[in-house]
């Protein structure tokens, strides 16, 4: 059973900022491309951000220049540094792995962003 095990969520306020953490396996995170995506109440769940194996990112368009997605592979961990939030970031965060056709996703940790 894979694992992938987040933390770092709770309450900021408007402006503020939260670093989560998504920690694996070496086998997961040496080979497979690593996501954020998130889920507010009755929305779809939307990619927050990706990054590759190789260290290549991509954003979501609401995010850019305000979330930084990132990887320590001797840590086996992945971050997203969220800075400026904002009350419409309010979520549940998932980390995601994925490889072709199989993925494997988190538990969820809550942001709210709430003065």
């Known amino acids: 059973q894979v694992q992938l095990v987040e933390s770092g969520g709770g309450l900021v306020q408007p402006g503020g900022s939260l670093r989560l953490s998504c920690a694996t396996s070496?086998?997961?995170?040496?080979?497979?491309?690593m996501s954020w995506y998130r889920q507010a109440p009755g929305k779809q769940r939307e990619l927050v951000a990706r990054i590759t194996s190789s260290g290549s990112t991509n954003y979501a368009d609401s995010v850019k220049g305000r979330f930084t997605i990132s990887r320590d592979n001797t840590k086996n961990t992945m971050y997203l540094q969220m800075n400026l939030l904002k009350p419409e970031d309010t979520a549940v965060y998932y980390c995601?792995?994925?490889?072709?056709?199989?993925?494997?996703w988190g538990q969820g940790t809550q942001v709210t962003v709430s003065s």
């Open positions: 995601n792995a994925r490889r072709v056709a199989v993925e494997w």
């Open positions: 070496r086998s997961i995170f040496n080979s497979y491309t």
